[in-house]
């Protein structure tokens, strides 16, 4: 009974999701007619530029690109938010030295990043986009994990010990259950992070990537392109999303509740 409920509350959702989309699509259509493509292209003049980029070979060239510095970046900026949460979290004196830096480059606005980044490294293919990255998300991670190691109930720890646990049974039974939904949510921020400074890097100081594409269709007056990219920024989005991240969630919330 509860599954043929599940099944129909999701056929719901998935036909009130469509009916959305053509709604938007159909608006979109009408405004357009009012406007110059210049300002606003139509649907059809956006799919058209869309189905362009596919066919010379850009859409996935810049694609790849962009990916392969995100993931460069954002799993530097992950195993290094990692290795400094673990290693605050042992060293008061670290602690009190460091986390301060750490909070002033959290709340530096990316832009005062980027524009440093061009000023020491130039328009960087790799590096600056990649720097970018780097010092956007690190601090996400970092204090996620770090919370998540604050967090570890001290006097379970100290309570396993006097029964001569073994350290492997400690961080099994203590430490992983209150430390997995801060790395996925480290996981989950980072990611966020990454792909948007990506593309913000690309947009200023890169020259090959979609953030450079996107640059060029504006310095062109390309307005469909820019539609055209926005789709495709959309739809990645909501394949690491829907494909990554919500499955992530869903696996470590039945986890949570079985434990």
Not at 170 to 198: E, Q, R
Request: charged content about 15%; glycine content about 4%.
């Amino acid at each position: 009974m509860k599954t043929s409920i599940s099944k129909g509350n999701n056929l719901t959702r998935r036909i009130l999701s469509t009916t959305g989309i053509i709604v938007v699509l159909i608006f979109w259509h009408k405004l357009s007619q009012n406007y110059h493509p210049l300002i606003l292209p139509s649907p059809q003049e956006t799919f058209q530029a869309l189905q362009k980029l596919w066919q010379s070979g850009s859409l996935w060239a810049s694609t790849l690109i962009t990916f392969r510095r995100t993931l460069l970046g954002y799993s530097a900026a992950l195993v290094a938010g990692m290795f400094t949460a673990l290693l605050f979290s042992t060293c008061r004196f670290l602690q009190d030295l460091f986390r301060p830096i750490i909070t002033v480059t959290q709340i530096i606005p990316p832009v005062i990043w980027i524009v440093l980044a061009v000023i020491w490294f130039g328009i960087a293919d790799d590096l600056t986009p990649i720097f970018l990255i780097f010092i956007v998300t690190f601090p996400v991670v970092f204090i996620n994990i770090f919370s998540g190691l604050e967090s570890v109930d001290l006097r379970l720890v100290e309570m396993a010990e006097v029964y001569r646990c073994s350290r492997r049974k400690i961080m099994l039974d203590v430490y992983l259950p209150a430390l997995v939904p801060h790395v996925v949510s480290a996981v989950s921020l980072g990611l966020s992070f990454a792909w948007k400074s990506t593309i913000f890097a690309e947009f200023i100081g890169s020259s090959s990537g979609i953030g450079f594409v996107i640059s060029m269709a504006n310095a062109n007056l390309e307005t469909e392109k820019l539609f055209a990219w926005a789709i495709v920024l959309i739809l990645l989005m909501l394949v690491f999303e829907y494909g990554i991240l919500t499955p992530l969630n869903k696996r470590v919330t039945r986890w949570k509740r079985h434990d």
